[in-house]
């Protein structure tokens, strides 16, 4: 709200406000009632100029019919999607070939209903077409220049001493013209909470002018910002589209370190009836570590899934709900829901029935280790598509009890794998770990040997079809930001209580990609693998844990020094400094697909790997955990327990299961 007592002050304020924030149908209806005045000018034209009768008799049918053609043409010439003050060379054609077409479409009406007057008509039509187009870019022209007008005004006292103090100086970082468009939305704001003090551009043609008032600079090298942030002197920084926060990450960074806010704005409006565009969010350590979106290739995705049948394990989990969703996209004939948690079932289960209503969907409390009960979901629903992403996934838990991480994983993966092939699943795509390269701990052991018996079931049934169809397909992720298991929302409760943050380790450094990336690879893999494949997304440079730490305390405002401590509280049991995609072994495939990759790894006979498993399973269901570990470390070589009571069985990693 304006702060003054002034009439004449507030009036000039609100006039300003709802000048430059004019609704497009407002517009629309004032080009209308200018274009039917002018309607109204050429027949009189004819009239007086000819002294006729037809005026009197039929001026107002006339008007009626020509009301409803321009009111169409107008309308649907595209230019009430675009602002006012940004009128284009465009948009003034656009009108000009809307009024023409109104106005051969009225002479052709006119010379059926009145065919003696034709050759009056062409005249009048002449003369209404130049008159309508001259007034309606006439209106528009005016509006834009006293916008500009207004736009000055603001060095008036009058209007600066209604503008609100106190506001934050905030700079804009973006296309030139979002910037600008949000920079007057931000200015017409009742309550201004911010000042626009500067724009930063990716247009180098703006450097160092001046537009509506606002200084522009284009910061070509990093090592510039640091000059330009002085020179504006801004406390926030407002990134005017996420696509932009994406590209200018160094800047972020830079912001973070000068205790600078940082801010990101929402999608400017697509229409004037949505007045959104001004709202901005405080940036995220999300958004921070967001990559370009992996892009994927929805038509073949869809037909591998439309019309299916498709079973999820671990449907409540992290990745697994975020998987539900995404297939909901591409219309599957029902989706099945399987999950031992039964409130986290529930939930995505309701989430799914009401966002897509028109999907038959199926929950299931159910353990993937209960052969019958899973035997049973699979005689009932016969699924087309098999995603497993049932598994127990914390490392620290899983080497505290190592039989039931062998139990979970290697046990459940088995009979989920197994039953695939029993009912026909056509294609079984399982969820995996980069933990499983070179596992150091128990959870990454046993999701190392899930993978090897799904891929040597799948390269068994390539060499004896009549056993079975199916195809098995494997995906290896790193960590995945805002999943249950996340350093991240265990850091946000920390820095939320006053801290410490505790890191393991300072020079520990892990992979991190965003659930929706997991889940559009394992799309991805699904409509790419032919059977037998790994794939890896190309997750980019790995992160250091206390930068991560760091970044997190600056974004809520806070010093790593000064408010919130960095604890080191050393390397838990199981775990490493840093993460592996591939083994030494494994061979690098390049795809169509210039951020997925394919790695080819060791091959194992089915049959004596199967009867290692079961003795696996065996020792853990009767909680031999000595036997577990022996077992385990014998069928993965490169298995070595790191800060862990089980090193000290690592010399079995001289024996090595027969390949073939």
Request: aromatic residues 10%; proline residues 3%.
């Amino acid at each position: 709200m304006p702060i003054t007592h002034s009439p004449i002050a507030r009036s000039l304020y609100y006039t300003r406000h709802y000048l430059l924030n004019v609704n497009g149908k407002f517009i629309f209806f004032l080009d209308i009632a200018v274009a039917s005045f002018m309607t109204v000018l050429a027949c009189y034209y004819y009239r007086f100029l000819y002294r006729g009768d037809w005026v009197d008799n039929n001026l107002l049918y006339a008007l009626l019919v020509d009301f409803a053609v321009t009111a169409f043409f107008l309308w649907n010439s595209g230019v009430y999607k675009t602002l006012v003050r940004y009128t284009t060379m465009k948009d003034l054609l656009r009108i000009m070939v809307a009024v023409l077409l109104s106005n051969v479409v009225l002479y052709v009406f006119s010379i059926i209903v009145w065919p003696a007057y034709f050759r009056i008509f062409i005249a009048c039509g002449i003369f209404n077409f130049i008159l309508t187009s001259l007034a309606l870019i006439g209106c528009r022209m005016a509006c834009i220049g006293g916008r500009r007008w207004l736009e000055n005004f603001n060095s008036n006292k009058t209007v600066a001493s209604i503008t609100t103090t106190g506001r934050k100086r905030a700079a804009l970082v973006g296309k030139l013209d979002a910037c600008l468009l949000k920079a007057s939305l931000i200015k017409s704001l009742k309550s201004d909470e911010y000042e626009i003090v500067g724009i930063l551009t990716s247009e180098p043609h703006a450097d160092g002018k001046k537009i509506k008032g606002i200084p522009v600079r284009f910061v070509k090298e990093v090592s510039d910002v640091e000059e330009v942030l002085d020179v504006f002197q801004a406390s926030a920084i407002i990134f005017v589209g996420k696509g932009y926060l994406l590209e200018e990450k160094k800047l972020a960074d830079i912001c973070l370190e000068r205790g600078i806010n940082l801010l990101v704005s929402h999608d400017l409006f697509q229409s004037f009836d949505d007045y959104s565009g001004f709202a901005v969010d405080g940036v995220q350590i999300e958004d921070l570590m967001e990559r370009e979106e992996i892009k994927i290739d929805e038509e073949v995705i869809s037909e591998g899934i439309s019309d299916s049948v498709v079973m999820v394990t671990g449907a409540a989990g992290s990745i697994g709900s975020e998987l539900v969703r995404q297939l909901c996209r591409f219309s599957p004939r029902k989706i099945v829901l399987l999950d031992h948690a039964e409130t986290p079932l529930w939930m995505i289960r309701k989430e799914i029935e009401k966002d897509y209503p028109h999907i038959p969907i199926a929950g299931a409390v159910t353990s993937i280790c209960h052969h019958r009960q899973m035997e049973r979901r699979m005689r009932e629903y016969r699924p087309d598509l098999i995603f497993h992403a049932a598994a127990y996934k914390h490392v620290p838990i899983m080497e505290e009890d190592p039989c039931t991480a062998v139990v979970n994983n290697v046990k459940g993966t088995m009979h989920v794998a197994s039953l695939a092939v029993k009912y026909g699943v056509k294609r079984f795509i399982m969820v995996s770990t980069d933990k499983a390269v070179n596992p150091t701990s128990v959870m990454g052991a046993t999701k190392r040997l899930a993978e090897m018996y799904v891929q040597s079931l799948g390269e068994a049934l390539k060499q004896n079809p009549e056993k079975g169809s199916t195809i098995f397909i494997t995906t290896r992720f790193g960590n995945v930001l805002g999943s249950a298991g996340s350093v991240i929302p265990f850091f946000k409760d920390q820095i939320k209580r006053g801290g410490p943050v505790t890191v393991t380790h300072p020079e520990i450094v892990r992979y991190f990609m965003t659930i929706p990336e997991a889940c559009r690879l394992i799309l991805q893999a699904n409509a790419m693998g032919k059977g037998g494949e790994i794939f890896v997304f190309d997750m980019g440079e790995q992160v250091k844990i206390v930068d991560l730490a760091e970044k997190m305390i600056r974004l809520a405002g806070l010093s790593p020094l000064k408010d919130i401590r960095i604890v080191f509280t050393g390397l838990r049991p199981g775990e490493k400094l840093y993460e592996e995609l591939l083994t030494d072994d494994e061979q690098t495939l390049e795809t169509a697909h210039k951020r997925i990759r394919i790695f080819q790894t060791r091959k194992y006979e089915i049959s004596s790997l199967k009867n290692s498993l079961e003795t696996l399973v065996s020792h853990a269901e009767s909680l031999r955990m000595e036997d577990t570990i022996r077992s385990m470390k014998q069928l993965i070589p490169e298995y070595k327990s790191n800060n862990s009571p089980y090193q000290k069985y690592d010399y079995l990693h001289s024996k090595k299961l027969l390949t073939i």
